[in-house]
C-alpha cells in the first residue's frame, strides 16, 4: 500500500513474555524480537541494505490479553468474552535498519466495540477458520469485520499494521511516503 518493495520473511521468534507485562511492553518486545531475529536472518543470506519491520498485536479485555487462539475452542471463548463489549487492540511496530543496527520503536492502541453475538453467531464464525492465528480470534479486515460495531482510532492497527506509525519510523531512515 504504501509503494515500496517488500520482502516478508516469518521470523519465527519466540513470542513468549512473562503473564505480568502490561499490553504495551508485550507488544513492543514482540516486534522488536521479531525484526531483530529477522534482521540475523537476512544479513547471513542477503546483502547488508534494506530495513526489517517487525510487528506484533495483540487484544486487551481490561487487563487480560488475547493474544492468538490455541484451538476452536479458545477462539470461542475469547470472542465470547469479547462480544457486546469494548476492548484494545495493540500493536507494535519495530524498524531495525540493516547496515548499522538502527532501531525505531512505537505502539499504537485502537479502540473496538465488538456487537453483541449469539453462541450460534460465534462458533460459525470459529468454523470458518478465519480466527486461527488472530489475535483475539477475529480479523477485522475479512469476515470478522461484521463482528465489529466501531472503532476509535487506526483500522490498519486493528489489522496489524498501522501504516501511519510505520510511515512515521520510516522517515527516521530517510524514506517519506508519499
Not at 21 to 48: C, F, G, N
Not at 58 to 69: E, M, N, R, T, Y
Not at 159 to 166: A, D, E, H, W, Y
Request: proline share 5%.
Amino acid at each position: 500500500m504504501l509503494g515500496l518493495p517488500v520482502i516478508v520473511h516469518p521470523s519465527q521468534a519466540d513470542e513468549s513474555t512473562p503473564g505480568d507485562w502490561p499490553p504495551e511492553r508485550t507488544v513492543r518486545e514482540l516486534a522488536h524480537r521479531k525484526a531483530a531475529a529477522v534482521r540475523e536472518q537476512w544479513r547471513i543470506s542477503h546483502e547488508d541494505f534494506g530495513i526489517v519491520v517487525g510487528s506484533d498485536t495483540i487484544v486487551a479485555l481490561d487487563s487480560q490479553i488475547l493474544g492468538k487462539p490455541k484451538d476452536d475452542e479458545d477462539a470461542v471463548r475469547m470472542l465470547t468474552l469479547l462480544a457486546g463489549t469494548w476492548h484494545d487492540v495493540h500493536t507494535g511496530l519495530c524498524c531495525i535498519g540493516l547496515p548499522d543496527g538502527k532501531t525505531v520503536q512505537g505502539h499504537r492502541v485502537t479502540r473496538v466495540l465488538m456487537r453483541k453475538l449469539t453462541q450460534e453467531q460465534i462458533r460459525s464464525y470459529v468454523a470458518t477458520g478465519e480466527s486461527r492465528d488472530k489475535a483475539g480470534a477475529y480479523g477485522i479486515q475479512s469476515l470478522g469485520s461484521v463482528l465489529v460495531e466501531r472503532i476509535e482510532g487506526c483500522y490498519f492497527n486493528v489489522v496489524g499494521l498501522p501504516l501511519s506509525l510505520l510511515a512515521t519510523q520510516l522517515e527516521a531512515f530517510g524514506i517519506t511516503v508519499p
